[in-house]
């Protein structure tokens, strides 16, 4: 990636210039000639002879930043001191910051907050740790944790550089759902010691949501602490990417008129995602589902290192096909592809049944473009923002953790993965529905409302949820 290609993006460049050599004129038109566009000008200082303004440029995905600072800089009287991304501004000293529910004024309220008083309240949990729950933070706080291995298109970068990705995650609990969390990255990846580390602060946070831990120990880790702990464990690039694939399937039926349990499915890409999609799918009656890797088709006719992909061919593909994804991609109602841009051909979806649904899903490029077949395909959703039918898993975490903490469910079961599929799914109204509209935008604000009802009484109903709300009752 070259840092300075900035597509689509803008930047902040501060210029001292000399006003008795030129004007801004002459800088305005550099900028613009080199391809930038000026959005937004700010006087920071002035004098008789000298200003210093911050200038905000915007450039298209085509434009090297290089060209314009370079211009800016061979314009006489002109200083470039300064060239900012704003992206980097937004991050500078983090995104998130901790604030006091009550301030302390005096000393009677330290008192109470602290030394003496606050050992009242620590003995009350020591004698009923369940109080954690209602005295502490735990009430309301998720652990999002990470060991930098996997982290969104980039791999593994490192604990220090998933930080940010993490810290973000918190954003969004907080906005779309008021969940508090804190972002935190592992400096291992062993997973015995990742699952130690865990362990070990569990008690401060009612819910653990773990985040680019790459393939396979994500299924160890996240199969060990749901085990071992008693607060929900949920690993969002499965989960929640399963959940809103779903949701999304939900609603494709509904367009195409296919009953869920008739379907041919393929899954393209047999990692972390692509077996929690396969799950679900299973769990909500799927029969016939294929699943294709590297290898080819997954099946219980061969013997394999990965233990997942072992249980897999042992839980999918009933009919036993083999071969590649275009042998078995033949007939088949719907593609779901977890994997690699371009490796779906057009003829590829012509050869599958009336009325095919594509969702792909691979980032930052797809399988294939849906222009390539949007006269083939009846709906199409990939990963993207710039296309239709996002599939997005910031729909589905911050909903279903803000359910699991409403009533301190031990654990975020199928049952409840399936009810938020639903309630996202439902979102969105038959008379909204169409090929281009199946899954509903994540400022949705009916999503997080839907998903932590269902959630809640599906937590109920599966007997994990330890606290009744009162709208329960």
């Not at 060209?67 to 983090?94: A, K, M």
């Not at 970068?157 to 779309?176: H, N, R, T």
């Not at 602060?201 to 160890?220: K, M």
């Not at 975020?412 to 009810?419: S, Y």
Request: negative net charge; proline residues 5%.
């Amino acid at each position: 990636m070259n840092p300075n290609k900035l597509g689509g993006k803008s930047v902040i460049a501060r210029i001292e210039m000399n006003t008795d050599e030129v004007g801004f004129g002459a800088v305005a038109s550099a900028i613009f000639e080199a391809g930038g566009d000026i959005v937004a000008i700010d006087v920071i200082q002035t004098s008789k002879h000298q200003t210093v303004r911050d200038i905000t440029i915007t450039v298209a995905d085509t434009v090297d930043i290089a060209i314009i600072t370079e211009r800016i800089r061979s314009l006489p009287g002109v200083r470039l001191v300064n060239l900012s991304d704003r992206t980097f501004l937004l991050h500078l000293g983090g995104k998130i910051e901790t604030k006091l529910k009550a301030p302390i004024n005096n000393r009677d309220d330290l008192s109470r907050v602290y030394t003496p008083d606050v050992a009242r309240v620590c003995l009350a949990i020591h004698e009923e740790p369940r109080k954690a729950f209602t005295l502490t933070v735990k009430r309301n706080t998720v652990a999002v944790i990470s060991d930098g291995s996997a982290v969104l298109g980039l791999g593994n970068i490192g604990p220090y550089a998933a930080m940010p990705v993490m810290e973000g995650k918190s954003m969004l609990f907080k906005q779309l759902a008021d969940v508090d969390s804190f972002p935190i990255c592992l400096d291992t990846q062993d997973t015995e010691a990742i699952i130690a580390s865990i362990k070990a602060i569990a008690p401060a946070f009612g819910g653990i949501n773990l985040e680019d831990i790459s393939s396979p120990r994500c299924f160890e880790i996240e199969r060990r602490l749901r085990e071992e702990l008693d607060i929900p464990v949920f690993h969002d690039d499965q989960h929640g990417t399963a959940v809103v694939l779903y949701a999304a399937l939900i609603n494709a039926l509904k367009v195409v008129d296919k009953p869920l349990r008739d379907l041919k499915v393929v899954v393209c890409g047999i990692g972390a995602a692509g077996v929690a999609c396969s799950k679900i799918l299973l769990s909500a009656g799927v029969r016939n589902l294929i699943g294709v890797d590297r290898h080819g088709a997954l099946t219980a006719d061969q013997t394999y290192d990965n233990p997942m992909w072992q249980w897999y061919a042992e839980h999918t593909n009933p009919g036993r096909a083999s071969g590649s994804l275009q042998d078995v991609i033949r007939g088949a109602d719907v593609f779901i592809g977890l994997s690699a841009g371009g490796l779906l051909k057009r003829e590829d979806v012509q050869a599958m049944a009336d009325k095919p649904i594509v969702f792909a899903m691979a980032n930052p490029t797809p399988e294939i473009l849906p222009e390539e077949v949007e006269d083939i395909a009846a709906v199409i959703a990939t990963g993207r923002s710039d296309y239709p039918n996002q599939i997005n898993n910031v729909l589905c975490f911050p909903g279903i953790f803000r359910g699991a903490l409403d009533c301190r469910a031990s654990a975020i079961n199928e049952e409840m993965k399936l009810a938020a599929a639903e309630a996202i799914a439902s979102s969105i109204s038959e008379e909204e529905l169409g090929r281009h509209y199946i899954i509903p935008s994540v400022f949705n604000q009916n999503v997080v409302k839907g998903i932590r009802d269902l959630v809640i009484r599906a937590a109920i109903r599966t007997g994990v949820a330890r606290r009744i709300p009162r709208e329960y009752r």
